[in-house]
């Protein structure tokens, strides 16, 4: 608010999905950042979006991925490697979305294994380290600065479109 006092902030501590999205009137924003990670939800916001005729950019996964230059704002449609973009394509085309703006990364998410005493497998070959007694797959992690470089390319890319308005 330093920069814009004139700037009107809203903040919301709630999970968004189908049971609590009327609580927030999407029609009232300029812009949508989407960061969710379920996809439930992710598509939920969407669809309200799109209804709404409000702008949105989805972020993808940033899981296991190690490269933030690898990172690319298109269409959902346009994607490739990311396991996210994946189902959200499936989805959206499911219910008729013809194109939504996203951010994803063309890096091959790396693929990690860890057991419960916290010893990674090599990600390497996933069939053998799957052989490994004790081996489980975890849920993506993230190194602490590709979520953040995401979010200033969103960053970015919103201020863009909205000053070219």
Excluded: W
Aim: proline fraction near 4%; hydrophobic fraction near 40%; include cysteine.
């Amino acid at each position: 608010l330093d920069i814009n006092p004139e700037a009107v902030v809203e903040t919301y501590k709630m999970f968004y999905n189908e049971d609590t999205s009327d609580l927030i009137r999407l029609e009232d924003y300029d812009y949508i950042v989407d960061a969710i990670d379920t996809v439930s939800s992710k598509i939920t916001l969407v669809l309200k979006a799109k209804a709404a005729g409000t702008r949105i950019i989805s972020c993808m996964g940033a899981g296991n991925k190690l490269d933030p230059t690898k990172f690319e704002v298109t269409d959902i449609y346009k994607t490739s490697v990311c396991p996210l973009a994946r189902v959200l394509r499936y989805e959206l085309r499911r219910r008729g979305v013809r194109s939504l703006k996203v951010l994803y990364s063309k890096e091959v998410p790396v693929k990690r294994l860890h057991n419960d005493t916290g010893m990674s497998g090599s990600g390497l070959n996933e069939k053998a380290d799957n052989a490994v007694a004790g081996f489980r797959k975890q849920v993506p992690g993230s190194v602490s600065f590709v979520p953040s470089v995401a979010g200033l390319i969103i960053a970015g890319e919103v201020i863009k479109t909205l000053i070219s308005d």
